[in-house]
């Protein structure tokens, strides 16, 4: 990403000639161990030597410009990914093997500098540490051949085992070392309800048919699934974090499906769990809670207890800002298809979402993932634009108003 420290890294080097990391189904059934590094207190750092997304994260005061990153920014739509893809055709070999994982990871990096930069990995990528083993077909994309919907498949599930997430720990690791101060990295992970739906459907649904069903006839196996998840994503986030990882996101990327009273019942305790055990485990870490469709939902994701709101490109900006208010940082929302358009009109649009945003607490960010086929120029048009952005112009003049909530 016209980094500045663009150099390759020594892993990048031998990532062609390695092999896929290797794991023992076996050693699903062992207890959860935390892997822990000696961690980075965010005491030890005055907050002017943090990276820039993190302290807006925070919503500190006196920012220069927001910060920006992209959903998906590593991946298809880059032409070297696309070169890499072909010598390793298999998304489990690329998002599962550390060189391969780190080479990816910076692609973006090094050719458009962005202030996040993201683990190149899946959310389902745990599901294995727990018992749950999946394959991704072309044409099906994830598959769970047995998927849980009784209570004894429960019972069956493992304590999250991070022997078996070495590979993704190493990378960041790695990574953070690579970035070296430059940027803030990004971890991730998926929330209970959007992991539930792929373990109970199987894969990839339309309807949700059958997770749905389970909220009125199998309500208690449900619970029990969620909660399984809830602890062991939690381990994952605090795995991530002494790995490296400066900022989590959360996608509940198919809580949008549910009507938001069944959303506030069946997945907001179970991020309100995995929130509330971050904040007392990893206090210096802000966390970003995103859903796909979330206008809807708004306040209740404030409820959650997260720093950030990842608003998709269907709110307007200027009223996702109104019904939040000010105590809570928010992150978005350019369509993904502005990318296509002239590069004067993405410029506009830019302007646009950050004058709505204010001046204080906003992470640029698209409403959802770099499509397939988004022109690279645009990419770099998209970063280049947010770095010549300074908040004393474009504010220039104007006081900043204090927004509260929408009750």
């Not at 820039?52 to 920012?63: I, M, Q």
């Not at 009784?150 to 993704?168: C, H, N, W």
């Not at 109104?322 to 993904?336: A, C, E, K, T, Y």
């Amino acid at each position: 990403m016209m980094s500045p420290a663009a150099s390759s890294t020594a892993t990048a080097a031998a990532f062609l000639s390695a092999a896929p990391a290797s794991s023992s189904p076996s050693a699903g059934r062992r207890r959860s161990r935390l892997f822990r590094l000696p961690a980075i207190s965010a005491s030890v750092l005055s907050s002017s030597e943090e990276p820039l997304l993190v302290r807006a994260a925070r919503g500190e005061d006196g920012l220069p410009r927001p910060p920006a990153w992209m959903m998906r920014q590593a991946g298809r739509y880059m032409a070297e990914y696309q070169a890499l893809a072909k010598r390793h055709p298999s998304f489990r070999e690329r998002s599962e093997n550390t060189d391969l994982i780190v080479e990816i990871t910076l692609q973006p990096w090094r050719a458009f500098a962005p202030d996040g930069v993201i683990l190149f990995s899946d959310i389902l990528t745990p599901l294995p540490a727990i018992g749950v083993p999946f394959d991704i077909s072309d044409s099906k994309g994830p598959v769970i051949q047995s998927p849980v919907r009784s209570e004894e498949q429960v019972r069956e599930l493992a304590p999250i085992d991070l022997d078996m997430l070495q590979f993704v720990g190493e990378s960041l690791k790695i990574l953070r070392n690579e970035i070296d101060g430059k940027a803030a990295l990004l971890g991730f992970v998926g929330a209970p309800w959007t992991i539930a739906t792929y373990v109970v459907e199987g894969g990839m649904t339309n309807t949700y048919t059958n997770i749905k069903s389970m909220c009125h006839t199998a309500p208690n196996v449900l619970r029990g699934l969620l909660s399984h998840l809830a602890q062991a994503i939690s381990d994952y986030i605090i795995f991530q974090v002494n790995s490296g990882a400066q900022c989590i996101q959360i996608f509940d990327s198919w809580g949008g499906q549910l009507p938001p009273h069944v959303w506030e019942h069946w997945s907001k305790p179970y991020i309100k769990q995995i929130v509330s055990r971050i904040k007392k485990e990893c206090p210096h870490v802000p966390l970003v809670l995103y859903i796909n469709g979330n206008g809807g939902l708004l306040e209740r994701m404030k409820d959650t207890g997260v720093d950030v709101i990842g608003l998709d490109w269907t709110v307007d900006m200027a009223d996702g800002r109104r019904r939040l208010g000010n105590g809570i940082s928010v992150q978005g929302n350019v369509d993904p298809a502005y990318l296509f358009s002239p590069l004067p009109v993405l410029t506009d649009e830019i302007h646009r979402v950050v004058k709505s945003a204010g001046p204080k607490g906003h992470i640029l960010n698209l409403g959802h993932g770099v499509l397939q086929k988004t022109p690279e120029e645009a990419v770099a048009h998209f970063f280049d634009v947010t770095r010549s952005l300074r908040y004393d112009t474009i504010f220039q003049g104007s006081v900043a108003e204090e927004l509260q909530p929408v009750a």
